[in-house]
């Protein structure tokens, strides 16, 4: 007599061969894989490298925040990206520090804040969400934890970053300017071939902060959030305008509420309107929603996003709030 498992790998068996032999199914197949919009990834400003190194490991079997990390880690290590990693312009002492955080499709986070002389702070907010029990490192013990777990001691303040200073220390003004050098944080979201869910975000902050200073970036919920049942949204600007409006997680949470990830990219950016300083300040979201329909909206024209979808790049311009160039 014949076995029950023997019995499943026959009548599965039999299956396979009938898809194979039957032309309509085959095609239909074919046709479902073509209308499905993930792969996808998608990061802030024009991240072409990143998003075509996490598209990458999505092809060759990676998770998507596996991919998320890969593409966060290419404007990490360039160090004429002067608002993430290496190269990054410094505190107003000189001190380059970096914020990075990463959420995968289970719901888990890591973040490292305020980390000091470590080129790959997504890297390492990765360990914090896989090898420990918490969610935030900061500072001295985040590095300290990094060390411990093979990440090395590097320095990384470029010469060009140690120029911008002494130029911005002749006036010492701080004042962040719209879409220029201190608005380019790598905020990155992927779904993989099933429209499994990753994020990262990876900063240094803005230019010449204060000491101590931390943004929104690895903060998860403002900087970033992911929600492997509704999408994902990201953040880049002014941090502090950000957190206070929980943006990220604000809009994944419209999009639960049935908004698509344009209009939750609009409202969240709407309710920045009666802020006294909006003219000055620059914000961009963008998301994702498991459907795959992407969103993006900003405060000023001059955002863009950089999307990978079914293996075509594109940069797109963002719509904006205001429609004028500042
Ligand atoms: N959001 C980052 C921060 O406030 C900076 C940026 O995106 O430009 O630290």
């Known amino acids: 007599m014949q076995s029950r498992r023997k019995f499943l790998q026959n009548t599965a068996l039999l299956g396979v061969g009938s898809a194979l032999s039957n032309p309509l199914l085959a095609e239909n197949k074919l046709q479902i894989e073509k209308d499905r919009p993930f792969p996808i990834v998608i990061a802030t400003w024009n991240n072409e490298k990143?998003?075509?190194?996490?598209?990458q490991v999505i092809k060759s079997g990676g998770r998507a925040v596996d991919a998320v990390e890969m593409g966060a880690k290419v404007p990490e290590a360039d160090p004429n990206d002067t608002s993430v990693g290496y190269g990054g312009f410094p505190d107003r002492d000189g001190h380059v520090t970096l914020d990075a955080c990463i959420m995968d499709e289970f719901g888990n986070a890591g973040s490292v804040m305020f980390l000091e002389d470590i080129m790959h702070p997504i890297s390492v907010a990765r360990m914090v969400m896989e090898k420990t029990p918490h969610v935030f490192l900061a500072g001295e013990g985040a590095q300290q934890f990094a060390l411990e777990n093979g990440f090395e001691k590097q320095n990384l303040l470029t010469d060009k970053a140690k120029q911008a200073l002494e130029e911005w220390r002749k006036t010492s003004q701080y004042?962040?300017?719209?879409?220029?050098?201190?608005?380019?944080?790598?905020?990155?979201?992927?779904?993989?071939?099933?429209?499994?869910?990753?994020?990262?975000?990876?900063?240094?902050?803005?230019?010449?902060?204060?000491?101590?200073?931390?943004g929104d970036s690895p903060i998860i919920g403002a900087g970033l959030y992911v929600d492997n049942e509704v999408g994902a949204a990201t953040a880049t600007g002014l941090g502090e305008v950000v957190v206070k409006k929980v943006g990220a997680f604000s809009i994944v949470e419209m999009m639960r509420n049935g908004k698509s990830p344009q209009q939750a990219?609009?409202?969240?950016?709407?309710?920045?309107?009666?802020?006294?300083?909006?003219?000055?300040?620059?914000?961009?979201?963008?998301?994702?929603?498991?459907?795959?329909?992407?969103?993006?909206?900003?405060?000023?024209?001059?955002?863009?996003?950089?999307?990978?979808?079914?293996?075509?790049?594109?940069?797109?311009?963002s719509k904006s709030l205001f429609s004028e160039k500042k």
């Open 175 to 214: 004042q962040p300017k719209i879409n220029v050098e201190r608005h380019d944080t790598i905020g990155i979201l992927a779904a993989d071939s099933n429209g499994n869910f990753g994020g990262a975000c990876s900063t240094s902050g803005l230019a010449f902060k204060m000491r101590g200073r931390v």
């Open 265 to 317: 990219c609009e409202e969240a950016i709407k309710r920045l309107q009666n802020l006294k300083n909006i003219q000055d300040l620059q914000v961009g979201y963008i998301a994702v929603s498991k459907k795959g329909e992407i969103g993006a909206f900003s405060v000023h024209p001059g955002f863009q996003y950089a999307v990978v979808q079914k293996g075509k790049f594109r940069l797109v311009d």
């Open 50 to 55: 990143a998003v075509k190194a996490a598209y």
